[in-house]
């Protein structure tokens, strides 16, 4: 016997996961977890998610829970789950910018604000980090307006560009925009001895390190999954700084229990390559060139809120991401950094009053479509139906 759970996929920019409404769903988190996670079909220790609607890759592994805001502030109160695929895990700390991107066409849709032509502005509450991000929804006859011509790297076609302003993103889970004090670090890293670094907390806790470090040239794709020496110290300085900034108590924890974050990206001054679709990307066409890590592998594309933190700390000076950047990139009101699938663009407002900064708001563009509606299937036994 199976349980029917409402549901609606949808993708939100380069990242898809099921949406429900909150009151469709336990409200034990006990009881909650344990029914997505049957959903996605984790844990698989092959990493197939074969049992389950996960895509076996983070970025398809996870999950959006919406509601109504009691406040008047906002619209709706969205909570993002990253789901683990080889672990009984749902990691509730962070946020997930481009699934993000799907809330404001979810909660038109739904009913949940009202449908203004030809733009909805729907404010919503990021549960996870206690933030705004206000999201400029097109809309056509009351529904989400899908159709249009903005692309972004890393989805084929185009659609209408919703715009999303994360307004004051910085100290999203550790309530500092430098969690350490400090704009840069060198922190002691097992095996590795001192890695400098910068850590910044905007819209989730990111980790920038240059690609020097790695004896990388920033331009790689295939080898970063390939090479496991290079995933290793990834994840051993992700694992450090965790400890450092109070996400886990231990390296052991943080590798265990605090998959999603922080997040890590190794940058380097711009450079040309050719993206995973084999497109060129020339020197001239980006300011800085990342690679970012998503639930230990390398992302395809790069995370919308690592780009927010990136954007933020190349407009301050001392970050290890602004001594890569040149005179001129520093100046522009929007940044392109470079990634695997191609290119994303990031405004970024940032002032400094006496010495300190404030990260005021984030502005980029994503796409987003519904994809399919229905019900998700979970067998009885992942449910505790006194706890719905």
């Known amino acids: 016997m199976q349980n029917r ?15 429900f409404h909150a009151n469709h769903l336990p409200s ?131 659609g209408s560009k919703i715009i999303l302003r994360f307004s004051d993103p910085g100290g999203s889970l550790t309530g500092k925009l430098f969690p350490t004090g400090n704009v840069k670090d060198n922190l002691d890293v097992p095996e590795m001895g001192r890695v400098q670094l910068t850590v910044i907390d905007a819209a989730n806790p990111v980790i920038l390190v240059s690609g020097d470090v790695l004896d990388l040239e920033g331009t790689e794709i295939e080898r970063i999954d390939n090479d496991k020496t290079i995933k290793g110290k990834l994840e051993r300085i992700r694992c450090a700084v965790a400890v450092e900034i109070g996400l886990a108590e231990t390296i052991e924890e943080a590798t265990q229990r605090s998959q999603a974050v922080p997040k890590i990206a190794f940058v380097s001054a711009p450079k040309s390559y050719r993206t995973l679709g084999g497109t060129a990307v020339d020197v001239g066409q980006v300011d800085l060139v990342a690679r970012m890590m998503s639930m ?37 009101e929007i940044m392109r950094l470079g990634h695997p699938g191609g290119i994303i663009e990031v405004g970024a407002v940032v002032e400094e009053i006496k010495g300190n900064f404030n990260y005021k708001e984030a502005i980029l563009g994503r796409t987003a479509r519904r994809l399919m509606e229905g019900y998700v299937l979970v067998p009885q036994k992942y449910v505790n139906r006194d706890s719905r």
């Not at 759970?5 to 949406?19: E, N």
């Not at 992302?299 to 602004?322: C, D, E, M, W």
């Open 296 to 332: 230990g592998t390398l992302h395809k594309s790069f995370a919308v809120s690592g780009a927010v933190a990136t954007a933020g700390a190349a407009r301050i000076p001392g970050t290890v991401l602004h001594d890569l950047m040149s005179p001129e990139a520093r100046k522009k």
């Open 28 to 158: 034990d988190p006990g009881a909650r977890d344990a029914m997505l996670l049957a959903a996605y079909g984790s844990p698989d220790p092959n990493r197939r998610q074969i049992d389950g609607v996960g895509g076996a890759v983070s970025t398809t592994s996870k999950v959006a829970i919406i509601s109504p805001s009691a406040s008047p502030d906002y619209d709706v109160v969205y909570n993002f789950g990253q789901v683990s695929i080889d672990r009984p895990l749902v990691d509730f700390k962070g946020n997930c910018g481009n699934i993000s991107s799907a809330v404001g066409p979810f909660a038109v849709d739904e009913g949940l604000v009202a449908a203004t032509e030809p733009i909805t502005r729907v404010r919503i509450h990021q549960i996870n980090t206690d933030k705004l991000i206000v999201a400029e929804v097109p809309v056509k006859d009351g529904r989400f307006d899908e159709a249009g011509d903005y692309e972004i790297s890393g989805v084929p076609g185009s």
């Open 5 to 19: 759970i409402p549901a609606v996929l949808m993708r939100g920019g380069t990242s898809k996961g099921l949406f």
